[in-house]
């Protein structure tokens, strides 16, 4: 089962939350992050791409390293961990974005992986002087984007593009990718638009779901669609917050005080932004929803003992989870304890060599 580190390029990592923590964002710090992941076995680092902090008290996530400039300097940092970069395609000409992704796959020697997201945050597109597209169409934009790059990656000579949203002539691009014929790639989309992007186009699709019982549909359906319609593999993680402690009393309490030092503000503008419709207002389900942005940016909560966690990771690998990338309340601390812990027992349980 591959294990991944998420966000760990914007403030407050995947907490909205004033709980105690000395993640910070510097760059030492980012890159002390890094290599004690790549040291400990880590098979990925997947950072957050934000241009606008949501508000509320921590204004989560507004401090934050551009995502491809940090996977350079990640990349030269390591050595045997994949370096992902997340990429907004609304704000990004795929001329520029396949020159960036090729230059940290050489920088790599092969490890780099692009994340692509659709935009879909308003303020953020307003920033670029670009307003939001609709949801199906912005998948049909990233469709071109993508046809886009990956003649760069791979035609030689010159070539043209004419199509609904890109028009040029004479495009070519040197050097290709070190890893043939292009990088890895990722998405997160899970509506049917998404499915459809993934299944197509991508390596791993990223999905956040609430039951054991709706990962295993999803992962069944989404695989199914890729090998049925697109004779091809496709891999699915999911994401979301790790509370790793000696006793489930302790990351129980740990998970609480999260939740009980949350940023409701910044909750509530995410919930809000993402198109749910809530309000303020604290009803049963909302509060739910936004204790789940809260402590893991809406991702699948594990928390408990060392056991327990193993125990989940191979309920969620038995469901079709190919793998998990997953934030932490202190980063660099918990990540000592989860090699030393954790590792170990993942190993034992056959879910990591």
């Not at 910070?24 to 400990?40: F, G, N, P, S, V």
């Not at 070539?159 to 004479?170: C, N, P, Q, R, T």
């Not at 997953?326 to 000592?336: A, P, R, S, T, V």
Request: charged share 25%; with cysteine; hydrophobic share 40%.
């Amino acid at each position: 089962m591959k294990l991944g580190l998420f966000g760990t390029n914007c403030s407050y990592g995947l907490i909205m939350s004033h709980a105690p923590s000395s993640f910070e964002i510097t760059w030492e710090h980012t890159k002390e992050i890094a290599q004690r992941a790549d040291r400990l076995g880590f098979d990925v680092l997947v950072p957050v791409a934000r241009w606008k902090g949501f508000g509320g008290s921590t204004n989560f996530n507004g401090n934050c390293f551009e995502t491809y400039t940090w996977a350079a300097g990640v990349a030269e940092a390591t050595e045997r961990i994949a370096v992902a970069a997340t990429s907004h395609l609304p704000t990004m000409h795929p001329i520029v974005a396949a020159k960036q992704a090729t230059t940290v796959d050489r920088i790599s020697g092969g490890r780099f992986a692009l994340n692509m997201v659709m935009g879909w945050v308003p303020p953020e597109m307003e920033m670029f002087g670009s307003e939001q597209r609709e949801h199906d169409e912005r998948y049909a934009y990233g469709q071109e984007w993508l046809d886009f790059v990956n003649r760069l990656w791979t035609e030689q000579g010159t070539f043209g593009i004419h199509s609904k949203y890109f028009d040029a002539e004479l495009l070519e691009a040197y050097p290709k990718p070190h890893q043939g014929p292009r990088p890895a790639l990722i998405n997160a989309g899970n509506s049917p638009s998404g499915i459809e992007f993934s299944a197509r186009n991508v390596d791993f699709n990223f999905a956040s779901l609430d039951t054991l019982e709706n990962i295993k549909g999803y992962t069944t359906k989404l695989k199914a669609k890729a090998r049925e319609e697109y004779q091809r593999e496709i891999h699915a993680m999911t994401y979301g917050l790790v509370v790793c402690r000696d006793t489930e009393e302790e990351a129980k309490r740990a998970f609480q005080q999260v939740v009980d030092e949350g940023d409701w503000g910044a909750a509530g503008n995410v919930i809000k932004i993402a198109g749910s419709g809530a309000s303020q207002s604290f009803d049963h389900a909302v509060k739910e929803m936004q204790e789940r942005f809260i402590a893991g940016w809406g991702g699948y909560p594990i928390v408990g003992t060392p056991e327990q966690v193993t125990e989940e990771l191979g309920k969620l690998n038995a469901a079709g989870m190919e793998g998990m990338i997953f934030g932490l309340i202190d980063f660099n601390e918990e990540l000592k304890y989860f090699g030393e812990k954790v590792m170990p027992l993942l190993k034992q349980a056959g879910l990591r060599h």
